[in-house]
């Protein structure tokens, strides 16, 4: 069975920093989703990564995948405030028609 | 607009007293799934349906009945809530399967007292 976890679930760091979350999966994916979820707000995606070694970016925000390791990152460049929201990886489950999520990560950046 | 919509977002209800929430999409989608969304514990499926008429069991379906009779619509139902289904309810539909990027409704927020 498929399971995925995120680490830190927490995350308050300063504008201008940069940082890495984690997502692991446990068994064979044939893609990585990253979905943002703002205070109160839907989920909105953000990347999808369909190969081993494939990088996203948009803005501040690069995924990149290792499906070797089972770890995709999310790595947040010169931190601003309007990221602060929690940022889910999805994984999706071969031949299940599903996607299994992270517990989520709940990032604060700070002035 | 493409969009997925869902009806009610908050719902205030006492335990055993049966509840519909809808869910429509525009994007002529053929998958739609259910999550519910728990402090802790992200987002976990309840029913998905692969197309009219077709539904199966995601993680945690306990309590819940869905239906498919038209594409668009995938509504969930709960018979006789109890507290521990007070949660943040997701529709969700894709393209064509489970593992295509999925669009998420506004969300539903049920209290069940």
């Known amino acids: 069975e498929l399971k995925v976890e995120q680490n830190p679930l927490f995350l308050s760091m300063q504008e201008g920093k940069n940082y890495t979350i984690y997502c692991n999966y446990s068994t064979t994916s044939d893609r990585l989703y990253w979905y943002r979820q703002d205070p109160g707000k839907s989920l909105e995606s953000l990347f999808v990564l369909l190969s081993n070694g494939a990088v996203k970016q948009e803005g501040r925000l690069m995924a990149s995948l290792d499906t070797k390791a089972r770890l995709s990152t999310l790595h947040i460049t010169a931190a601003v405030h309007d990221l602060s929201a929690t940022y889910f990886c999805a994984a999706g489950q071969v031949g299940a028609q599903k996607l299994v999520f992270g517990q989520g990560t709940r990032l604060t950046i700070n002035p | 607009e493409a969009q997925v919509t869902q009806n009610p977002r908050y719902l205030i209800t006492v335990t055993g007293k049966k509840l519909t929430v809808t869910c429509s999409q525009n994007m002529n989608h053929e998958y739609m799934s259910w999550y519910r969304q728990d402090p802790g514990l992200g987002l976990r499926q309840i029913y998905y349906?692969?197309?009219?008429?077709?539904?199966d069991k995601g993680d945690v379906p306990e309590g819940y009945k869905v239906s498919r009779k038209e594409k668009r619509n995938f509504p969930l139902i709960l018979e006789s809530p109890s507290p521990n289904q007070t949660s943040l309810y997701f529709c969700?539909?894709?393209?064509?399967?489970?593992?295509?990027?999925?669009?998420f409704g506004p969300g539903t927020r049920l209290t069940v007292l």
């Open positions: 349906s692969m197309n009219v008429e077709v539904t």
């Open positions: 969700a539909s894709s393209l064509l399967a489970g593992t295509d990027t999925q669009y």
